[in-house]
């Protein structure tokens, strides 16, 4: 039997521990520190066991997850490092930022245990364990980065175990993995949150903003949501990263404004290339929940029983959906359908069918 405890059984934790959960010779153990959240966390089945002693959690341990903020998470490890760890236990984390946790767990005693930073690129605006779902990591990237004294095979163990979440694992270095997740991440999560509050001030005086939101504003802005202490702790981690960004980001807010300033069609028209040149090459069917590798979108008018209509004609010729979803990119409105098939045969009769009634697009 595999014991696997996580610390912090909230939207990444306790989506770890439902994706182990009930897995051949896996058991899963949740720790809280408060009496409350242990019994949520037992009513709703996402652990086998759950404790709030720090101690009880570690000792039958074969795999750790720190899954806590990460202005918490160098303070576990640093506790961790002084329990009497089975040993090959192998710690990781899930934090959003790796230089400075992998450099603090690197100067730790870990004895005949290990540590590997780890970072899901998969998440969400919601959190808490209420909002875990088995199916956050799937088709995601997860990196690890581990040290220089971590033998292959202990991350290969670790590799394996994380089959279970469907991810894709990348080794990526931890320095570089901050460079990144700055631009990727932690830029456009400020950029959300200052522009939600600017249109938030006007919206004080003409409550119109609000009702006019459409799919522009949502799709930008979803991530303004997301929870505040998580954010805190994130930028001020990545501090020297995020404070060079956000200088090349007035660069580029200086930039925009001489273009409208100067009338300059033509450099605005520019900008608009390059962007959507890039952003069409990011392969959109990597990333997100519930993304498979055979995935149609369909543009859905707005009248009652639609969605009906289409699976009762995919049903009719015999096409397996293996997910349905509906992407809000109108206020209110389904706008685009997601379908998901298993194979690409299905995928393509799918698009045969339809298309001659709806758009539909790969
Ligand atoms: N939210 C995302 O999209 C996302 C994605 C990837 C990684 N992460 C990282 O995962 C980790 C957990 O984030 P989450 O989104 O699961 O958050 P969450 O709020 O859903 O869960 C945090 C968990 O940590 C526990 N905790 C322990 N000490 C705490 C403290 N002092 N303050 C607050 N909570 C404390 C909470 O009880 C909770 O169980 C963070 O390090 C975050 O950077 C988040
Ligand atoms: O999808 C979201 O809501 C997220 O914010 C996920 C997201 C991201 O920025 O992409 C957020 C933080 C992470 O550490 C990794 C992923």
Sequence with gaps: MTTITIYGVGLMGGSL?????????????????????????????????????????AAEADFIFVCVPVGMVEDYLNRLSKLPLKPGCVITDVGSTKASICRAADAMDWGSSYFIGGHPMAGSERSGVEAATPLLYENAFYVL????????????????????TRAQIVRVEASQHDDIVGAISHLPHIIAVALVNQVAKYNESDPLYQNLAAGGFRDI???????PVIWRDILLNNREVVLRLLSEWKGQMESFTALVESGSGEGIEEQFRQSREFRNQIPERRKGVLTSLFDLYVDVPDHPGIIGEITTSLGNERINLSNIQIIENRADVPGILRLSFRNEEDMDRAAKLLKPEYHVHA
């Design 17 to 57: 521990a439902l994706c182990f959960r009930g897995k051949p010779d896996l058991r899963v153990v949740g720790h809280s520190h408060s009496e409350a959240s242990v019994k949520k966390y037992k009513e709703r089945g996402v652990v086998d066991y759950a404790t709030t002693s720090f101690e009880e959690a």
């Design 145 to 164: 980065t581990p040290g220089k004294h971590v033998p292959e095979s202990v991350y290969e163990s670790l590799v394996d175990l994380l089959r279970y």
């Design 221 to 227: 802005t979803r991530i303004a949501a997301s929870e």
